[in-house]
């Protein structure tokens, strides 16, 4: 059974903090995807990283996608309480092509 | 476009009790899913169906039936509830299973009392 850990899985902070958040497996993904979800409502993806090594930037978001495939990171720099939320990391099964999702981080950020 | 939509919102049902989830998509996407998200659990698969007429269990079926009858609906059935299928259920869709991108509905809680 493919599993991916995500951490922490909760997160508080001040407006203006960078913060970092993890996504691990000791399974490989085809691809990797990253959702944020707000109360009452459904995912969004963010991002979808595809190649080992490869880095995304969503304006103050920065995505990574670990060299085996296996981990991923999310990284907000001078975090906005806009930025609160549930922060979902989800991996493509490359058996299946279904996605397994983390249990899911919860973010907030204090004005 | 309303992209997906999911009624009800919220809904309260006794044990024994029967209902179904309804999901409408306008997107034509061929890929549809349903999710149950528990607290700390992130999103398990419960269903999914590649196009109509064609539906298969994920990793949570037990409880829940579905049917795909037309591109845009997804109905997930759940015949006798129990405590344990109270959740957030989100239908989601995707245009392809090589990327599998997937756009959400806004949820139905479900309570089971």
New interface residues.
């Given amino acids: 059974t493919q599993l991916l850990e995500q951490s922490p899985q909760f997160l508080s902070i001040q407006e203006g903090e960078n913060l970092t958040v993890y996504c691990n497996s000791s399974s490989v993904f085809s691809s990797l995807q990253w959702y944020r979800q707000e109360p009452g409502e459904g995912p969004v993806l963010l991002v979808t990283v595809v190649t080992g090594g490869e880095v995304k930037k969503l304006k103050r978001l920065t995505f990574q996608f670990g060299d085996a495939r296996k981990d991923s990171s999310l990284h907000i720099t001078a975090a906005q309480p806009g930025d609160t939320g549930l922060y979902l990391c989800a991996g493509r099964s490359s058996n299946t092509g279904k996605l397994i999702f983390g249990q899911g981080t919860t973010l907030q950020v204090k004005p | 476009n309303a992209g997906?939509t999911q009624t009800p919102k919220f809904r309260i049902l006794k044990i024994g009790q029967s209902m179904t989830l309804q999901c409408t998509q306008d997107m034509n996407h061929n890929y549809m899913y349903w999710?149950r998200q528990d607290p700390?659990?992130?999103?398990?698969?419960i269903y999914?169906s590649v196009g109509a007429g064609i539906t298969d269990k994920?990793e949570v079926p037990n409880g829940y039936n579905v049917s795909r009858s037309t591109t845009e609906d997804f109905p997930l059935r759940l015949e006798l509830a129990a405590p344990s299928q109270t959740s957030v259920y989100?239908c989601?869709t995707s245009q392809d299973?090589?990327?599998?991108?997937?756009?959400?509905?806004?949820?139905t809680r479900l309570t089971v009392l």
């Fill in positions: 997906v999710y700390g659990m992130g999103l398990k698969l999914y994920g989100f989601a299973r090589v990327r599998n991108e997937q756009f959400f509905g806004p949820g």
